[in-house]
């Protein structure tokens, strides 16, 4: 089993459409958790971090937290053109060993 | 604040050479980590240092590969003959401490040839 799971797409949604990003992990007892957006050729630049049980919004970002499931998701309101990426699902185990997630890789048509 | 700061930004090398990839931590960070990313793949970790320390190795390969974070200058990832499954982009990211975020490097892409 991976340490961080994720479905590697593509995922393609509709311009203005919700797009949602899933990733389980394996260690049950990881605390923290961040979503990672990289571009082709690009760096991964963070752009969300949940550390408690339900939701947490930022903008048109929603991560989602279920420690019991060992489950975590972003949600991605009115979908733009320029939220093409690949995201990357993160996770804080052990003595802060960041492992991430093979990515999924989101289109969104016009 | 300059961002963490990675180079050189490309590299080649021929097979048998040495790869010394280098990273600047953002001012004020005393962790550093690498990871190495293959085409159409996730980020695998490599290693995690703070100062003069290396804290986890657990995703270096056993041979060829070292890692330093010295207490003046920049953190050094260390290839010696390289071979062509070398070949990634190596990402160096840094943070101010224990279970905060990490800000990563532009990357350094090596090339094997």
């Known amino acids: 089993q991976k340490e961080v799971e994720q479905n590697s797409g593509p995922l393609s949604v509709p311009e203005g459409a919700i797009a949602s990003l899933n990733c389980t992990y394996s260690?049950?007892?990881?605390?923290?958790f961040f979503w990672y957006r990289q571009y082709s050729g690009k760096s991964p630049e963070l752009i969300m971090s949940?550390?408690?049980?339900g939701d947490k919004e930022d903008g048109r970002f929603t991560a989602q937290l279920n420690k019991a499931s060992q489950y975590v998701s972003l949600l991605i309101r009115d979908s733009q053109p320029s939220d093409s990426a690949t995201y990357l699902c993160?996770?804080?185990?052990?003595?802060?060993?960041?492992?991430f997630g093979q990515g999924t890789r989101l289109t969104i048509n016009p | 604040n300059a961002g963490v700061m990675q180079n050189p930004r490309h590299l080649v090398r021929r097979r048998g050479q040495e790869a010394r990839l280098r990273c600047s931590p953002m001012?004020?960070?005393?962790?550093v980590y690498w990871y190495r990313q293959l085409p159409e793949e996730g980020l695998k970790f490599m290693v995690y240092?703070?100062?003069?320390?290396?804290?986890?190795e657990s995703g270096m390969p056993k041979e060829r590969f070292s890692a330093e974070f010295p207490k003046e200058g920049p953190s050094i990832l260390r290839i010696q003959q390289v071979v062509r499954g070398d070949s990634a982009a190596y990402f160096c990211?840094?943070?101010?401490?224990?279970?905060?975020?990490?800000?990563f490097g532009s990357g350094t892409q090596l090339s094997v040839l």
């Open positions: 990211a840094s943070s101010p401490g224990i279970d905060e975020k990490l800000f």
């Open positions: 260690d049950r007892g990881s605390q923290s």
């Open positions: 949940i550390y408690s049980n």
């Open positions: 993160a996770v804080i185990q052990g003595a802060q060993k960041l492992v």
């Open positions: 001012k004020g960070h005393s962790h």
């Open positions: 240092l703070q100062k003069e320390n290396i804290i986890d």
